[in-house]
């Protein structure tokens, strides 16, 4: 199911009020945006091409150094700013405008998550132009296309929504203003992780060592999926994350299941049970005070969250679920903590199959945080309660001493990086700034999201540099973000530039 179908949903949302009076750009964008369409799908699709996984360092080297080089020709002064040596770059452009009293920074990442899922329709870094899903054929290449572009076609590619949309709908922004001859009307800092899909261990030290650097008066921070109605909307954060890898033991080699399957304990069973242990099949987290440092949640809060479409009986035909888990409205779980089981593996299956008692076993677990929890206390309450279940922790593989020793070995190893969440008001005056600008650009009031379910290192982005952040998302809802396939919607980049070029010049408070 297409966005479009679900708008018409969205006509009771709670809305922000457009000032009456309006500056936006959108028209001269959009008149310049038609006439080079194919120049500008051509352009994102060169970007899109350039390997980017977050673990490669020299991929993401490579990317810096040519989104830097379009920032620069743009009349940007680039640099490249690194933690320490051999770690991600991020970039960071800046351009002032003659006379603007406020600075904002844009943020978005260039990495990308890994590309090993199997079933992509094409190479991931090989940028095809499809048609609308269920159908996704291929439509050509940009040449051989005669008559306009349909802005319901996606272009497949990873990173393709997460995250060079906003990369690319800020350079297309730029490049309409001036074809325009409309200026800014704020001084432009970008700020453009290499890390984010790592969980940025190294970004905030990049952000500490470069305060002055980045000072500004807003940031709006540009990830994430729009909402599911189609509709244009503003967040005030994201959750924070946590997440480990753990492995259980069995026999020290395979055995076989007939003679010794009463007997030998099986590690297939041993990690569906732990994993049960940790949550119920509702979604509810089982831990021991979990929930404690759950910050509770607002009046106002509540209030922005009832007021968005409804569109979960729609979401579930589209998703193909015959039920769903959690509160009713999906919106509502994003203040609430969630354990995810990211993956399972225990023996063999297919052509490889045995009738044998695997030998090991081993799940994936990320959790998202929400406002008041923490990385370490998350840590500390986990291993203390799988220690009260009864299983013995260690960090690296267990020799046979230990093995023997204890009847649950379970070797668990935390992720680097995590982040606590960050979540902030949507009515300061930057804020209601950006929800005027975008409404003025997209003629309709704009849905305020008070947190969304995704996560990143901001909290302490946001913290270092005291200023308000506003998200602004442009990527369709289902984008296939961190999955195979993962694609945007045509019309959402053409949407993506106007809003920007708004934002950059019809920004004011």
Request: hydrophobic share 40%; aromatic share 6%.
């Amino acid at each position: 199911m297409h966005p479009k179908i679900l708008i018409l949903l969205s006509c009771c949302a709670m809305v922000t009020a457009l000032p009456a009076a309006a500056a936006s750009p959108q028209a001269e964008v959009r008149k310049w945006r038609q006439a080079n369409e194919r120049q500008i799908l051509q352009d994102f699709s060169t970007m899109l091409a350039m390997p980017n996984v977050a673990t490669t360092l020299p991929d993401v080297e490579t990317n810096a150094t040519a989104i830097s080089a379009l920032l620069a020709k743009r009349g940007f002064r680039t640099q490249l700013l690194r933690a320490a040596p051999g770690t991600p770059p991020s970039i960071y452009a800046e351009r002032l405008t003659p006379g603007a009293k406020r600075t904002v920074v844009f943020y978005a990442h260039y990495d990308g998550q890994p590309i090993n899922q199997k079933g992509w329709l094409s190479p991931p870094f090989t940028p095809t132009l499809r048609t609308a899903p269920p159908a996704s054929a291929p439509v050509g290449d940009l040449a051989s296309i005669k008559g306009p572009i349909d802005p319901d076609w996606r272009i497949y590619a990873r990173s393709a929504g997460d995250d060079k949309a906003p990369i690319q709908a800020m350079i297309s922004a730029l490049d309409a203003l001036k074809a325009s001859g409309i200026a800014p009307t704020v001084n432009i800092k970008l700020l453009y992780e290499g890390e984010e899909e790592q969980g940025s261990p190294n970004f905030p030290k990049i952000v500490a060592q470069n305060l002055a650097l980045l000072r500004g008066d807003l940031l709006i921070f540009g990830d994430g999926p729009m909402h599911q109605s189609g509709r244009q909307q503003i967040n005030g954060g994201n959750r924070g994350i946590t997440s480990f890898a753990a492995t259980v033991y069995g026999p020290n080699k395979p055995l076989h299941d007939g003679h010794y399957g009463s007997w030998a304990p099986s590690p297939a069973v041993m990690i569906a049970d732990f994993v049960m242990s940790l949550r119920d099949d509702a979604g509810h987290i089982k831990i021991s005070g979990f929930y404690d440092d759950v910050a509770p949640v607002t009046a106002a809060e509540k209030a922005a969250l009832a007021a968005m479409p409804p569109v979960e009986p729609e979401l579930k035909t589209a998703l193909g679920l015959g039920r769903t888990i959690g509160p009713p409205r999906l919106a509502d779980g994003y203040l609430s903590p969630t354990l995810n089981v990211r993956a399972i593996h225990a023996g063999d299956d297919g052509p490889n199959a045995a009738n044998a008692i695997a030998t090991e076993a081993s799940a994936s677990v990320d959790f998202r945080l929400t406002p008041g929890q923490t990385p370490a206390r998350v840590k500390a309450l986990t291993e203390a309660y799988l220690t009260r279940q009864g299983w013995f922790i260690v960090r690296d593989t267990p020799d046979a001493a230990t093995r023997l020793a204890h009847p649950k070995v379970l070797r668990l190893n935390w992720d680097d990086g995590g982040a606590v969440a960050t979540m902030t008001r949507l009515d300061t005056p930057a804020a209601v700034a950006v929800a005027g600008s975008i409404g003025r650009t997209t003629g309709e009031d704009v849905i305020k999201l008070p947190i969304m379910g995704g996560s990143s290192a901001f909290a302490e982005i946001v913290d270092q540099l005291k200023v308000p952040m506003v998200g602004v998302s442009i990527a369709n809802y289902d984008d296939n973000q961190h999955a195979r396939n993962e694609n945007l919607r045509i019309g959402n980049l053409w949407d993506g530039i106007e809003v920007y070029a708004g934002l950059l010049a019809d920004l004011t408070w």
